[in-house]
């Protein structure tokens, strides 16, 4: 059964940083496309960021380029998303995704979810 | 940027059909897929590639998709069905996009 469990969410202030963590279970992370979507606070999806199944790649929104960083750890069949210069606006639920391809990515599938809390 | 334009919220009753669209310049011409997400929960894939069902999801969801328009169809609604949804492109300018979300509620 494929699953993702996120961690690392919280409370931090404007200005500081904080890694999240995506473990998976039941695939190879390393063999699959995967993402970062966030949700603030009554709001609608927001894509964040992508990193490809080689690791070669990574994409970012241009709301967080340059502040955040994917990556993935293959032995611990684990996705990060490293988060510095944290804003008000970054506060959200953060959402790990597993995509398929079939003419077009979709994401089939999706963590429960990290809460980040952006304030003074 | 590529914006995905819903409406914010459709009201049906129970056993009725429900239609949330999904608009954008040329939609029909890129591939849409739908998310079903209830409170507090994480989004779940009910539609891909503009009308195809994942396993488990049931045949009452169906999709459609031209020109500006792409639809999402929840045939017999039950309660259950009460909840937002998202549509979503992909494109690879645009990455992940995704639509401004409707809220779902059966009567």
Not at chain 2, 81 to 96: G, I, K, M, N, T
Request: proline share 4%; with cysteine; charged share 15%.
């Amino acid at each position: 059964e494929v699953q993702l469990v996120e961690s690392g969410g919280g409370l931090v202030q404007p200005g500081g940083s904080l890694r999240l963590s995506c473990a998976a279970s039941g695939f190879t992370l390393s063999t699959y496309f995967m993402h970062w979507v966030r949700q603030a606070p009554g709001k609608g999806l927001e894509y964040v960021s992508s990193i490809t199944s080689n690791g070669d790649n990574t994409y970012y929104a241009n709301s967080v380029k340059g502040r955040f960083t994917i990556s993935r750890d293959k032995s611990n069949n684990t996705l990060s998303l490293q988060m510095g210069s944290l804003r008000a606006e970054d506060m959200a639920v953060y959402y790990c995704a597993r995509s398929r391809y079939s003419g077009s990515y979709f994401l089939e599938y999706w963590g429960q979810g990290t809460l980040v809390s952006v304030s003074s | 940027s590529y914006v995905l334009t819903q409406p914010p919220s459709v009201s049906v009753a129970p056993t009725q059909t429900a239609r949330i669209t999904c608009g954008a310049n040329n939609i029909g011409t890129k591939s849409v897929h739908w998310y079903q997400q209830k409170p507090g929960q994480a989004p779940v894939l009910v539609v891909y590639n503009d009308n195809n069902r994942p396993s488990g999801i049931p045949e009452r969801f169906s999709g459609s998709n031209s020109g500006n328009t792409a639809t999402l169809t929840i045939s017999r609604v039950e309660a259950g069905d009460e909840a937002d949804y998202h549509c979503q492109v992909w494109d690879r300018d645009s990455d992940f996009v995704f639509g401004t979300g409707t809220k779902v509620t059966v009567l």
